[in-house]
């Protein structure tokens, strides 16, 4: 993996795992890539029903969120692209409090065995 870059290779969807408000006017997220590349290991990875997938993108495409390689920046960051021609935000939805639950459930398993690798983005 390439360290200290300042754009990622390509735009991709994302998943907010954590937001945190430091001050006022300053938030923190982290963010899991989602992908419709099968992943290799999959306790790294997580799939997206199909039906939610269809709520938040019309993407009829198999996705996983990838659950050991996140990028951490300052909300909203300059590496977000609005949604559509209209820039309509940054934002499909929500994700299902269930598939949410087993997203940070898995997360938390692999923060303590020492497996995910977090990149701090910086403006």
């Known amino acids: 993996m390439m360290r200290g ?4 290779t390509k735009d991709r969807h994302c998943v907010i795992v954590l937001s945190v ?7 923190i997220v982290t963010v899991a890539p989602i992908t419709h590349s099968e992943p290799v290991y999959r306790e790294f990875a997580l ?20 659950l050991n390689d ?12 609005p949604i559509g021609q209209a820039n309509d935000g940054f934002v499909y939805g929500g994700l299902p409090a269930n598939l949410y639950r087993r997203l940070r459930d ?6 303590r065995a020492g497996k995910v690798d977090i990149t701090h983005r910086q403006p």
Do not use: M, Y
């Open 70 to 81: 996140f990028n951490q920046f300052i909300w909203p960051g300059h590496d977000l692209r």
């Open 47 to 66: 799939e997206i029903p199909i039906p939610v997938k269809r709520r938040l993108n019309p993407d009829d495409k198999r996705s996983w969120i990838i």
């Open 21 to 27: 408000r430091k001050q006022a006017d300053l938030t």
């Open 106 to 111: 898995q997360v938390l398993t692999l923060l």
């Open 5 to 8: 870059r300042v754009e990622g």
